[in-house]
């Protein structure tokens, strides 16, 4: 009977191993369905994604330390650098791409809107993953969201001429909830119960993995008209605006001199934004400019799904590089 629940054991974690080391092609595959049949989809409502996002970030809270965030603020120089490197970088990215590309006034909106959000939760997911300095992610995340109130109404009228308003309170409910406290639940659980939270560290990649592909899964249904009338260019300013932000944000951490961890984490933060908060501005007050919804919309599709190659990207990279440690 042993014998055959440790064989069941190493079954599971296999299959677990398999999940989260070809995340990228089960969100392809997630995405591809999503698209062609958008309807058995469209019934689950938007809103289960946040509830997805909070469990994802329970578990993550599992694998933390509080002795994690204390190295975050006792040394807000990293998080000063990423932040600085979100409202810089994507921005000016997003207004060059539309201007390079001559989309009209209102893809150019959408795309600029995109820019100057802060970084989404579906970031600290994919750093995660990618084996990078989680709290330091977390701590980019909280950090931009407070700041974009200020910084996303001020970026987008300077880069696009408009003038927003940003839901403050909402923002930071959203961040809370989502973000901060699921990962406190998860901390104090991991506190609590430390064989259990040993036991389930071994199945949580694999979790997220489902879950991101899910997430996309939803979006895409939800936005499949939209993605459809977008257009290729559209799409192709989409993919190259979070591919350079990506690069960019690892190349910063590498002239920077920081850590590995600390690089895939700004790379990150700086190319995944909050698109999910793009879209909805647009829609709440630029209702003259529908088509503004779209790149917004777009992103948050494909940034999931190139996450989750960067993810695999980055830890494979560990692979190699631990490999290459032990050997010598």
Request: with cysteine; proline share 4%.
């Amino acid at each position: 009977m042993k014998y055959v629940l440790v064989q069941k054991y190493r079954s599971m974690k296999k299959l677990c191993h398999y999940i989260s080391e070809y995340m990228g092609v089960l969100v392809l595959a997630a995405a591809v369905l999503a698209l062609v049949f958008p309807s058995v989809l469209q019934q689950i409502p938007t809103t289960v994604i946040n509830y997805l996002l909070g469990v994802v970030m329970f578990g993550m809270g599992l694998t933390l330390n509080l002795q994690d965030f204390k190295i975050v603020f006792s040394r807000p120089k990293d998080v000063i650098i990423g932040c600085l490197a979100q409202f810089t970088i994507m921005p000016l990215l997003a207004w060059g791409l539309s201007r390079a590309f001559q989309l009209d006034e209102a893809l150019a909106l959408g795309v600029v809107l995109v820019g100057c959000c802060p970084g989404g939760t579906a970031s600290n997911v994919i750093t995660y993953l990618a084996k990078g300095d989680l709290a330091l992610s977390v701590g980019m995340t909280g950090v931009s969201t407070l700041l974009a109130p200020l910084m996303t109404p001020l970026l987008t009228w300077a880069l696009a001429g408009k003038s927003i308003n940003v839901d403050v309170a909402g923002m930071l409910l959203s961040i809370l909830w989502v973000v901060i406290l699921p990962i406190v639940v998860g901390l104090m659980v991991k506190g609590l119960w430390p064989k259990f939270t040993e036991k389930a560290t071994d199945y949580l990649p694999a979790f997220s993995s489902v879950a991101i592909a899910l997430i996309v899964a939803i979006i895409i249904a939800a936005n499949a008209s939209k993605l459809l009338a977008g257009g290729l260019i559209i799409v192709i300013v989409v993919i190259l605006h979070n591919l350079c932000g990506l690069g960019l944000g690892y190349l910063i951490g590498r002239l920077l001199g920081l850590t590995e961890p600390k690089k895939r984490a700004i790379s990150i933060e700086v190319g995944m934004q909050n698109s999910g908060l793009a879209s909805s501005l647009a829609t709440l007050h630029f209702a003259a400019y529908p088509m503004a919804t779209i790149p917004g919309a777009i992103f948050s599709v494909w940034h999931n799904i190139s996450g989750a190659m960067v993810a695999r990207l980055y830890t494979w990279n560990h692979h190699t590089e631990r490999n290459e440690t032990l050997q010598q």
